[in-house]
């Protein structure tokens, strides 16, 4: 299924094993998390170069994620062992430190490839998926492996979909939380442009 397909539809559901955020060995479940929105993320492979700076970069701000009724997931298709590995590495030796999220082991890469991401069947691209209370994918990035993403644009997805859902309003290009959205109608966008296009 690709990237495309995916927006709008049902998560592709999983169980798999993980290391959670206490160190211990456990299963998550994708649909357990049904009532709250996810952030799903996959990357390359633990003990490598972007992906550790994109872990932390999304522990350091899960507080803002959780304020926000959203859980972030990661996933690769390393084992629950080389997370805990990993975890158990200082940050300046490479490692990721005791992050407060799971990480999901997809060792036989069925999730990555349910995703549509997993690349050359070896490892997933760092793809990212928006998932809304329902069970539903609302928004869909893949970088190449090569490039970091961006956790404020995630945080501002999250606001984004939290707002249409609350006021049935539409986001412009660069909308951010506390900003003026726009009717979905032909005078809605009209009144928005007059004020906002020069």
Not at 151 to 170: I, K, Y
Request: some cysteine; hydrophobic content about 40%; overall charge negative.
């Amino acid at each position: 299924m690709s990237l495309i397909t995916l927006v709008t539809q049902d998560a592709p559901d999983f169980k798999a094993e993980a290391v959670m955020p206490d160190n211990t060995f456990g299963e998550v479940t994708l649909s357990s998390y049904r009532g709250k929105y996810v952030i799903l993320f996959f990357y390359p492979l633990d003990f490598t170069f972007v992906c550790p700076s994109e872990i932390l970069a999304f522990d350091k701000r899960l507080g803002e994620f959780k304020a926000k009724n959203c859980e972030v997931i990661g996933v690769s298709v390393d084992s629950k062992f080389t997370h805990l590995a990993w975890k158990n590495t200082p940050v300046d030796q490479g490692g990721i430190g005791n992050i407060q999220y799971p990480l999901v082991q997809d060792l036989n890469k069925a999730i990555a490839r349910s995703y549509g991401i997993l690349f050359n069947e070896s490892v997933a691209l760092r793809g990212l998926f928006l998932i809304d209370p329902h069970g539903k994918i609302r928004h869909a990035i893949i970088n190449d492996l090569p490039f970091g993403r961006n956790v404020t644009e995630a945080l501002r997805m999250v606001d984004a979909v939290q707002f249409f859902e609350a006021h049935g309003e539409v986001c412009p290009a660069n909308w951010q939380e506390g900003e003026e959205a726009m009717k979905p109608t032909r005078e809605g966008v009209a009144n928005y442009l007059a004020k906002h296009a020069k």
